[in-house]
């Protein structure tokens, strides 16, 4: 009987161990194997000695599985043909140098794939004819004719699964069709996640892919909305948690909400049940520390998860609190600028701002404040007021410090302007949830301090709620 493989002790037709190693096995440390046409037994040898918890081998030559039983006699092998696969599902199927022997080549691929793990590998090593049609070509070699396909033709048979060439094999001596290495494996459904924040363009984004590819979109937003009005059923707590203060201008609250509340995994099943087994997008915002947690419950559901992300265009926006706070401040500085009106126009301009917010931040249990203020007198304020959501409190001001560029921006005979004010906040208290609770500074009349351009958005970034973590307070 010819010599196919080759062991040390005995050389062969083929270069087995260069053939191993353009194999590009999976590593298969406590998985199971099944080699087809397993011939002498080496990868069912070699998958054994990599800790492979199962290591099957089938080959039609009774001799060559004597050979295999007593070379490898820890491995299964059984003398039989493909038409009879082993018992189980398995990690990683090999059919090398045999499936042009097979008289239903792409009936043997599904078959072989049907045997897979969910997440195993069917390694085809197998002669592809160069040529741009797809067809299968009858090859004369020495010993008999065969069919072998063209790589158009695999691309045809393989179109149900997940595959990717891997690589040219090793030729044997009067090969008449070159080798290669594919990897085919079970295609899982995917699900694409659009998951950025609001006003991000998710939804423009998800209509221009989505619908020409006829994949399903699931709308978080409607989502939650149908779960609110008690048209899309939902587990018990999901549903009390949505319905709790659910407002349709707001659904990044109740979202953020959810996944705070560690029920974001239960909204995420409502999303699978709605999209279905097959391909699904999401268009719907998760906070940003709770993505890979969603990304993994997909993949964990069999879906094969696709996170779309980008830059969001256009300016961020300023969260809806802080616009409640600045538009009251703007409307109160307006009535007091008529107040006022009558005065030095020019100057008046200048200064129709009572001063300015130039750092913010917690420190030791305080909110700390520095900027500069003037009052109606010209001088620094005995007191501001700190404003801290609904919250207001006078704060002593103390000795003003020196800013000579306010001095000379407004053309003042002095400069003892600036101000550093301390207020004690709760222990939990950070930056994060200073910018989301609306920060301002008045005078005791009332008249706003503006916040500095680098404080309003140090302020927008801590408050998103999405964003990684806030500024350093
Ligand atoms: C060219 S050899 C390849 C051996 C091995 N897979 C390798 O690459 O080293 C083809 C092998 O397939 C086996 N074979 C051919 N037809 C088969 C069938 N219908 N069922 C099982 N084995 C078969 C042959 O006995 C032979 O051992």
Known sequence: MVQYQSFPDAAGDSRTSDKLKALRLPAIEGKSFLD??????????????????????????????????????????????????????????LLASALHYADDQPGLIDRLVEKLTPDGVLILELGIVSSPRAEWVKVKRG???????????????????AWKWMGPSVNQDGDPVPRHVIHVSHRKPIAYLLMQPPAYGKSS?????????KVPIVSGDEIIQRIAKRELSAPGKLQDLIEKDYSPFSIDKTIQRVFDKKMGGELVQVWV?????????VDGFVPAKYQAQVEAQLAEAGYMPVTLRWERVAPS????????????????SLSVAGREAGDNADKGARQSSAGYVDEVKIQDGHVVVRGWAIDATGSAPEQLVLGIGADRTFVEVGDPQERKDVQRHLELPHAK?????????PVETDFAGLARQGFSVTLASGRPLRLAQRVIESMQGAAEPDEAGSPSS
């Not at 039983?69 to 189980?88: M, S, Y």
């Not at 045809?156 to 699964?161: G, M, Q, V």
């Not at 984004?205 to 590819?213: K, M």
């Not at 049940?273 to 997008?281: L, P």
């Open 36 to 93: 087809i046409g397993c011939n002498e037994g080496y990868f069912c040898g070699f998958s054994h000695f990599m800790g492979a918890a199962r290591s099957v081998g089938i080959d039609h030559s009774p001799e060559f599985i004597y050979r295999a039983q007593t070379r490898f006699p820890e491995c299964e092998f059984h003398a039989r043909t493909w038409d009879h696969l082993p018992e189980g599902e398995f990690d990683v199927i």
């Open 143 to 161: 010993i008999d004719e065969r069919y072998f396909p063209t790589m158009a033709q695999l691309k045809r048979t393989l179109i149900d699964y």
């Open 205 to 213: 984004v998800a209509s221009r892919l989505f619908p020409p590819a």
């Open 273 to 281: 049940a709605e999209g279905g087994d097959e391909d699904f997008a």
């Open 317 to 332: 926006l300023v969260p809806l609190d802080s616009l409640n706070e600045q538009t009251a401040e703007f409307n109160r």
């Open 417 to 425: 302007l600036g101000y550093v004010i301390k207020l004690p906040v």
